[in-house]
């Protein structure tokens, strides 16, 4: 079923994939390297959209994925901003105009992050310093 220019079946497929990956990364710290395959799974079916619906339709569906991947990510960042001001944490850009291919990994990192800073997950991931089982 088509609204305005997406559609709701392909919506909630996107959502899942995007649920999918979000969980992974934050319930199983053993898993999160699955984010990659999530993030390649909402790449295929972008495509797979591609193909079935109408060029405009299927467009319009990503761009609402988009749009979320990039206010989760904004929002983010913003509040990493406020929180880390004065420290030597550099800040990352807070408008991504790639944004609109890379929500699917957008979404599970700044959900991530806020996990990580607000110390319900290690900061163990890649690229952290810090030992396994320990909290800053």
């Not at 609204?3 to 899942?16: H, N, Q």
């Not at 959209?49 to 405009?56: F, S």
Request: with cysteine; hydrophobic share 55%; charged share 10%.
């Amino acid at each position: 079923m088509t609204i305005w220019f997406f559609d709701v079946m392909w919506t909630l497929m996107l959502f899942g994939v995007a649920l999918f990956t979000s969980c992974c990364v934050v319930f199983n710290p053993a898993i999160r390297g699955i984010r990659t395959m999530g993030i390649v799974t909402a790449y295929a079916v972008g495509a797979w959209m591609l193909y079935v619906l109408p060029p405009g339709v299927a467009i319009g569906t990503w761009c609402v994925f988009a749009s979320a991947g990039g206010v989760i990510a904004f929002a983010y960042e913003l509040w990493a901003r406020h929180r880390y001001a004065g420290t030597t944490r550099a800040p990352r850009p807070l408008v991504l105009v790639r944004g609109f291919l890379l929500w699917p990994g957008m979404i599970p990192d700044a959900l991530e992050g806020v996990l990580v800073d607000a110390g319900i997950l290690d900061p163990s991931g890649p690229g952290s310093d810090a030992p396994a089982g320990t909290t800053t």
